[in-house]
């Protein structure tokens, strides 16, 4: 019944920016965390970062760090990658994940996924 769907992947320049988003439900947020991923081509899937759905507390892989942001709204029930200067080995499919854990980048500890969104930084 959990259910996870990515959006907001697109062709952008290096230095641009976009904001992916993970609509999430089926499942309550307490004691859970959703974390973003991402996997190249002939790469192994590399955790992103993640977020507490029960205090709201952010974690980042460092190649990333001061350039995203993960943030989520609760109304919408919906997380988002804020990506911002971006260069081309961010190039990746993202996938958002779920599951009842302490915040992780072990793509093992999740056991919820969604389809991905494509992201390529090209100029």
């Known amino acids: 019944q959990v259910q996870l769907v990515e959006s907001g992947g697109g062709l952008v320049q290096p230095g641009g920016s976009l904001r992916l988003s993970c609509a999430t439900s089926?499942?309550?947020?307490?004691?859970?965390?959703i974390a973003w991923f991402r996997q190249a081509p002939g790469k192994e899937r590399e955790g992103v970062s993640c977020?507490?759905?029960?205090?709201?507390?952010?974690f980042y892989v460092d190649s990333v760090k001061g350039r995203f942001t993960i943030s989520r709204d609760n109304a919408k029930k919906t997380v988002y990658l804020q990506m911002n200067s971006l260069k081309p080995e961010d190039t990746a499919r993202y996938y958002c994940?779920?599951?009842?854990?302490?915040?992780?980048?072990?793509?093992?500890?999740?056991?919820?996924w969604g389809q991905g969104t494509q992201v390529t930084v090209s100029s």
């Open positions: 994940a779920t599951d009842r854990t302490v915040p992780s980048f072990y793509s093992s500890s999740f056991t919820y």
């Open positions: 977020i507490s759905g029960s205090d709201g507390g952010t």
């Open positions: 089926g499942f309550t947020w307490d004691y859970y965390t």
